[in-house]
């Protein structure tokens, strides 16, 4: 099994900046792939951006990317989201995921976290 654990969520005004942290404990070296989805009140979880560890190729969605930044800390098993420019409709509970492949949609991933309030006020 393989235990996510998300921290760095909080309250912040639009226009600034805080970064996620997700560790991974466990059966660590079966997952390749590291993503983070979120989910806003009313909608479904979407994704976000995901990352290899071995490689460290990214994706970012289009509505982050510019502004969102994934990376990843191999030595500490533990994946990053450095959001800046945060706008209020980024406000949403942020979830980390790993799978062995990975991918851009929930059911790619078979390992989540329990996810991290981000609140953006305006």
């Known amino acids: 099994q393989v235990q996510l654990v998300e921290s760095g969520g909080g309250l912040v005004q639009a226009g600034g900046s805080l970064r996620l942290s997700c560790a991974a404990s466990g059966r660590t070296f079966i997952n390749n792939a590291m993503g983070w989805f979120r989910q806003a009140p009313g909608k479904e979880r979407e994704f976000v951006a995901a990352i290899r560890w071995s490689g460290g190729s990214t994706l970012h969605a289009d509505s982050v990317k510019g502004r969102f930044t994934i990376s990843r800390d191999n030595a500490k098993n533990t994946v990053y989201l450095q959001m800046n420019s945060l706008k209020t409709e980024d406000t949403a509970v942020y979830y980390c995921?790993?799978?062995?492949?990975?991918?851009?949609?929930?059911?790619?991933?078979?390992?989540w976290g329990q996810g991290t309030q981000v609140t953006v006020s305006s």
């Open positions: 995921a790993a799978d062995r492949f990975g991918g851009t949609e929930n059911r790619d991933y078979t390992y």
